[in-house]
C-alpha cells in the first residue's frame, strides 16, 4: 500500500519552498538498518553557507552489498555520498551534522585522519580521472604513500592483483609503462577503480561512474561491480533506473534533501510505497 502523507505538486514549476516545507518531518519509508553494517549514518543534516541541502537522513551500508541512491537532479544523493569519506570537507562553507560511523567509529570524530579514512572508503567520481602518470604508477600510487608495501615485488604483485580485480590485466599488462590517460573511457574508468581498491578500501563509492560511458564499457563496470561486492560494500549514485536496478541489492529514493524510501531493489521498482517514489518510478516527473 503507498503512504500518500506527502502531496505531489505535479506543475513543473512547482513552488520548491511549498514542497519542502510539506516534506517537513518526513519519515523515511522502509527499513534504514542493515544487518551488520558497515557504516551507519543517523540523522545527518548538510549544509552549504548555512543553506540546508540535506535533512536527517538516516541509513546503513551493509556489507558484501551494493546500495543504488537514486532520484532526481539536486535531490541531495550525491552530497550525501561524499559525506560518507569526508569529501564535503574540501567545499568552502560545507557543514555537517549528525553521526556517521564505520565500524563502530565516527568518521567526523576530532581525532580521525581522513586521510586513511579516504582509503578505507575509497571513491569513484564521475568522470575518470587517472592521474597523469603511467598505468602502473596509477595503481601503485596509494599503496606507496600508504606505506602499505615493504618492497618492489609486494607493490607489483599490489598492482596485477588490482588490475586483476578490475577486470583490466588482460588489456593492460604488456603496456604498464604507457599513460593511463591514453587508455579508452571505459578502460580509465577500470583503472580508476583499480586505483581505489589497491589499497583495500573497505566501501567503494560511485558517483555515476557510467555516465560518461558507452553501453559496452558500462556493461563491463556494472559486471564488474558485481563481482566486487563479494569483497567490498558498494554504494552507487546513478540517474539510470535501469542500472540501479541491475546492480544493486537495495535502493534509496531522495527528493529534495529527504531519503524518501529505502528497500530492496525489486520492490522499489516493482512495489515501492510512498507516492513520491512511486511518481519518480514512473516517470511522474524528474
Sequence with gaps: M?????????????????????LKGLKTVGEITAPNPRMTCRNVNVYYSGVQAIFGVSLDIAGNEVIAMIGPSGCG???????????NDTIEGCRVEGEITLDSENIYG?????????AQVGIVFQKPNPFPKSIYENVAYGPKIHGLTQNKAELDEIVERSL??????????DRMDK???????????????????AVSPEVILMDEPCSALDPIATAKIEDLIDEL?????????????????RVSQRTAYFH????????????????????????YITGRFG
Design 2 to 22: 503507498i503512504d500518500s502523507q506527502i502531496p505531489v505538486i505535479q506543475d513543473k514549476e512547482h513552488d520548491k519552498e511549498k514542497e519542502l516545507e510539506m
Design 77 to 87: 544523493k550525491s552530497t550525501f555520498l561524499r559525506c560518507l569519506n569526508r569529501m
Design 110 to 118: 576530532s581525532k580521525i585522519d581522513v586521510v586513511p579514512l579516504r
Design 164 to 173: 586483476i580485480k578490475a577486470g583490466l590485466w588482460g588489456e593492460v599488462k
Design 179 to 197: 599513460p593511463g590517460t591514453g587508455l579508452s573511457g571505459g578502460q580509465q574508468q577500470r583503472l580508476c577503480i583499480a586505483r581505489t581498491i
Design 229 to 245: 561486492r563479494e569483497q567490498y560494500s558498494i554504494v552507487i549514485v546513478t540517474h539510470s533506473m535501469q542500472q540501479a536496478s
Design 256 to 279: 529534495l534533501g529527504y531519503l524518501v524510501e529505502v528497500g530492496p531493489t525489486p520492490q522499489i521498482f516493482t512495489k515501492p510505497r510512498h507516492r513520491l517514489t512511486e511518481d
